[in-house]
């Protein structure tokens, strides 16, 4: 036994692991860059008090908690106060979602883009989980990582900085359930022990397993226990993603109880001796005696093993987007069962020698003080002691969010952008998000209207202004007013129609009036309408003389124009009320063309007139057609008449739209530039479905 002149109480650090199966305990502490485990105990539950990693009753698992402390204390000759124990990986929950958005082309990517990108990709894992969930349940993100940035739809490793249309990310979100930490503080509660750290059992174990220098790479790391195989993956540096499945080595055990007829104990003393012994003897429950070849009892629990690896490496292949890793790592109690690596090695298609188990090989930076158990058991304990004294735990964490406590699991550096996540905020109303711009048509020339900048999120760190970066510290008064988002872009017909009176003028003689008419994507629509994203606008609109002469299907080469008697040019604006002649250029007559015998009697005569371009045909001959039903009769200064026409003759509001206007000419659909002719049936309403 230890005594308390070889150890200082300061120093020590009690690591807790609750499994399913057992309970261990590890007290060490560190010295230079090594860890020294100076005691250890393994308690295994009496009953099922723990099923797949969770706490199912509290008292019975604190029974077995008590004796491993007990014990503890006894080796070490000090008092246990303080204890860092892990939450199980069966409680977290990963989600994997791809987000995108539309950006200004313009401008440079922004880092408040990415993050609003990154936080959109939180907010839709969170909505997935709340589909699952069966019952409501709080849980919490406690980390996230993005497996691909995209720009325009590529790949691309960095956003900010670049330009173009369209950004998106996949993101890998992780939960945890407050049920699973409190049942672990409930049972600390009982034992009188304070919680220094709290960490996630994938973790723990993959801070001993994988050091840092070794995480470059994509490896996997499989803590296999009794009730459930945790997962962690690495990739560039950090811990990208975390799983896990609620199959086990109990889950062989059972086989064995089953096929034997053996209590669950003598069961699990037979798988652990198959690697050990060629022939295993027991007795079952009848009191009957066997001895069988080990190679037999494999045979028996192949399928199991098959199963357990199957499970395990479509897990990694899952969180690790689809992909196997460069090699495996396994740990735990479970992972040394016969034929598990290999068969998950055939499975993820890498060379056997790439997933194994690691032990106490690894521990190069571990001293063992004493005659104390080694094995892939100590992994996960020893890791939860290691993650607390090198300060890289999830210890919780408390501050307030307007002025509400918030306890923060701290799965990393802790910034103010997680304590928002935590109160709900999410990328609607941490970001401030610039309005939608508005793209459409008119008359074939493309128009863009840019979206209203929008007010940011008010962020303070005890009363200082700060950032979603802002890293926050222990007891920190966190303040957020939520962004404003920028005002979309309108636009309505009006805007764009300048000519938007009836006019009424008289052309070569003749009387017309008119008005702007204006469609939208086919539809006839009142000054009023909204116009929408990628809305197609005609405006059939004369404000000039050259309007109206295409309109009327005048030509205006070698025409001299008058408006209200003075001559002008063919730009000139058409006003309401005007009079204008649109005609050929008068002859002038000198007095040497005239001939002198006759000038007394050629003064008397008429003038030469102007070639007036008028429309005899239809002056002589009005248009007589059907609309709806009714004789309606044209007269004007045309030769031809388009379908628009009609609306100068018939009343019809096309300035309040009850649907979709309907034009019909002889029974036909019909478009307004259609020609119409002498006897032609119309037909035209609103289709108000």
Not at 330 to 338: A, E, F, L, M, T
Not at 425 to 431: A, E, K, P, Q
Not at 512 to 539: C, W
Request: glycine share 8%; net charge negative.
């Amino acid at each position: 036994m230890l005594t308390n002149a070889h150890l200082n109480p300061q120093e020590l650090i009690f690591g807790l692991d609750i499994g399913t199966r057992t309970v261990i305990g590890v007290v060490g502490y560190q010295k230079e860059d090594k860890f020294i485990v100076v005691a250890s105990e393994i308690v295994e539950h009496e009953s099922r008090a723990m099923i797949d990693g969770q706490i199912h009753d509290i008292s019975k698992v604190t029974k077995a908690a008590t004796v491993v402390k007990h014990s503890l204390e006894k080796q070490v000759g000090i008092n246990l106060t303080q204890v860092a124990i892990a939450a199980a990986g069966r409680a977290l929950r990963t989600y994997r979602v791809h987000v995108e958005q539309q950006i200004e082309e313009q401008k440079e990517i922004q880092k408040d883009q990415v993050k609003g990108l990154e936080l959109e990709g939180i907010h839709q894992s969170q909505q997935l989980l709340q589909q699952e969930l069966q019952q409501d349940e709080k849980y919490f993100c406690v980390g996230y990582s993005i497996v691909s940035y995209y720009l325009n739809g590529y790949m691309i490793s960095n956003l900010e900085g670049h330009k173009g249309k369209g950004i998106g990310a996949d993101v890998l979100a992780t939960f945890l359930p407050q049920v699973v930490v409190d049942s672990l503080y409930s049972v600390m509660e009982r034992l009188d022990l304070e919680v220094i750290s709290l960490t996630l059992e994938p973790i723990a174990a993959i801070n001993v397993a994988i050091p840092e220098n070794l995480r470059l790479l994509n490896l996997a790391l499989v803590d296999v226990g009794a009730g459930t195989s945790d997962i962690a993956i690495t990739k560039d540096g950090s811990i990208i993603a975390y799983g896990m499945i609620s199959v086990a080595g109990d889950e062989i055990t059972e086989q064995i109880v089953h096929s034997y007829l053996v209590d669950f104990q003598t069961a699990e003393a037979i798988k652990l001796q198959l690697s050990q012994k060629d022939e295993i003897s027991f007795t079952d429950i009848l009191g009957l005696s066997h001895t069988l070849h080990s190679n037999e009892i494999r045979s028996l629990i192949e399928p199991a093993v098959e199963r357990l690896a199957e499970e395990v490496a479509s897990k990694i292949y899952e969180i690790n987007g689809s992909k196997s890793p460069n090699a495996v790592f396994c740990v735990g109690g479970g992972s040394q069962i016969v034929g598990f690596t290999s068969k998950v090695s055939d499975k993820l298609k890498l060379p056997k020698e790439r997933v194994a188990v690691r032990g106490s090989e690894v521990l190069n930076h571990i001293v063992f003080a004493g005659e104390i158990r080694k094995g892939p058991a100590l992994i996960t304990p020893m890791g939860i002691c290691i993650t607390a004294l090198m300060h890289k735990g999830y210890e919780f964490m408390q501050v307030t969010v307007n002025g509400e406590t918030v306890k923060l699991i701290n799965t990393k550096k802790l910034t103010v952008l997680d304590t928002g996540m935590i109160k709900g905020f999410d990328h609607t109303n941490l970001i401030a998000r610039k309005g939608s711009s508005l793209e459409f048509k008119i008359n074939e020339t493309r128009k863009k209207i840019w979206g209203q900048p929008g007010i940011p999120a008010e962020l303070k760190v005890n009363g200082m202004p700060a950032s979603l970066d802002t890293c926050i510290h222990e007891g920190d008064q966190i303040t957020i007013e939520p962004a404003v988002n920028g005002e979309s872009a309108k636009a309505f017909v009006i805007d764009y129609v300048q000519n938007h009176k009836m006019k009424k003028i008289t052309l070569n003689g003749s009387n017309m009036q008119f008005a702007a008419i204006v469609t939208i994507n086919g539809s006839i629509v009142g000054l009023d309408a909204q116009i929408h994203n990628h809305d197609e606008i005609k405006v059939f609109e004369i404000n000039t003389v050259e309007d109206l002469a295409s309109y009327a299907e005048i030509s205006l080469e070698s025409k001299e124009i008058q408006v209200n008697g003075v001559i002008v040019q063919k730009d000139h604006p058409v006003q309401d009320g005007d009079v204008l002649y649109i005609q050929a250029p008068a002859k002038v007559q000198t007095m040497i063309d005239m001939p002198t015998q006759d000038i007394s009697t050629e003064l008397y005569e008429p003038p030469v007139q102007s070639e007036i371009i008028s429309y005899e045909p239809v002056l002589e001959i009005p248009l007589q057609v059907q609309v709806n039903g009714k004789s309606v009769q044209i007269r004007g200064s045309k030769k031809r008449y388009m379908f628009v026409d009609i609306f100068s003759y018939i009343d019809f509001d096309l300035k309040n739209p009850q649907g979709n206007i309907i034009l019909l000419l002889n029974g036909q659909r019909a478009a307004f530039t259609d020609l119409i002719k002498q006897g032609d049936k119309i037909d035209i309403y609103w289709d108000k479905k």
